[in-house]
């Protein structure tokens, strides 16, 4: 028997990757998993990502388009597509990203499990490793999967059974909102590691400080309102993992302290939103991280 699900999509002027994440979802390959539906929350749009949406829903009718006229952030999206979602099994996904053609399968399947709450999948940057930047967001992305390999941590694409109706709308980081409610209800969580999604690290200071303040904040606030730390937040357990893990090749050593410098003044301006009750609802958008293109391999 199949198990079908509802994809929520939240977009903010995303025109240039929502055609291509529209494309991966609709072919993706499934054998367990139905999709049912593909809402796409366009919260604010001034671009050309309503459009694209109604150009793919002509030719798909799984994909509908709910209009936010005003960006009210992505918990607010998130929000409306629970309240229109069909499914007890949903999947949210940004609109910056592109899953790999099983990763919806991947990730919805294991709720055969009715002890199952909620899958995660692992985000594979396309950024190049060679670049300062692009070996920050490799750097990042695979703590993110060793870490998750011992102690659940969502992230990007995510599945979860449909048992609440909102999220906090105040809320910057949805993903780790959503852990402990999951959680408290006795579910048990999963991390799928072959259940790959591309995304995009930033590719200035400016944007990957802004984005790692805000997720920090974000966890604080969190670990604040809910009582749950995700396990990202242990600067000694990534510091660990770091260490052990350390490429002592002189560019790639120079470079791992660099991006960890990064973080932790990252993490400070993140303590400092906090502490100044800095609203992340709505955030700056990070401009470079856009664009999800597959780099061609040899």
């Known amino acids: 028997m199949a198990i079908t699900c ?4 939240m977009a903010y002027n995303e025109a240039a990757n929502i055609g291509r994440l529209l494309e991966s979802l609709r072919h993706q390959r499934t054998s367990t998993a139905a999709i049912s539906e593909m809402v796409v929350v366009a919260s604010g749009c001034t671009d050309a990502t309503e459009l694209i949406v ?5 030719e798909d009718d799984r994909i ?9 952030g992505k918990a607010s999206a998130i929000n409306h597509f629970l309240l229109e979602a ?3 099994i949903v999947v949210l996904c940004s609109a910056d990203l592109v899953p790999l053609a099983d990763a919806i399968e991947q990730l919805v399947a294991p709720f055969a499990d009715s002890e199952l709450g909620m899958t995660c999948a692992r985000p594979v940057p396309v950024d190049d490793p060679a670049t300062f930047m692009g070996f920050a967001a490799h750097m990042l992305w695979d703590l993110h999967h060793k870490i998750n390999l011992v102690n659940f941590k969502a992230g990007e694409l995510v599945a ?3 048992i609440f109706e909102r999220i906090p709308y105040h809320t910057a ?3 780790a909102s959503i852990e402990p409610v999951i959680r408290g209800q006795g579910y048990s969580v999963k991390y799928i590691p072959t259940a790959l999604v591309y995304n995009k690290g930033p590719e200035t200071v400016t944007d ?5 303040r805000r997720i920090y904040a974000g966890h604080l606030a969190v670990r604040k309102l809910l009582g749950y730390s995700v396990s990202t937040m242990s600067g000694a357990k990534v510091l660990g993992i770091v260490i052990r893990n350390l490429d002592v090749r002189p560019r790639a050593f120079l470079w791992t302290w660099a991006v960890a410098g990064l973080e932790v003044y990252g993490r400070w301006l993140g303590v400092r939103d906090y502490l100044k009750r800095r609203d992340h609802q709505v955030w700056q958008i990070a401009k470079t991280t856009k664009e999800v293109i597959l780099r061609k391999t040899a």
């Open 64 to 72: 509908r388009l709910l209009v936010q006229r005003h960006r009210e």
């Open 208 to 212: 990957f400080l802004n984005q790692r």
């Open 160 to 162: 979860l059974r449909k």
């Open 54 to 58: 109604q150009s793919h829903a002509k």
């Open 6 to 9: 509802s994809i929520g999509i």
């Open 86 to 88: 069909r499914e007890k």
């Open 173 to 175: 980081v949805d993903e």
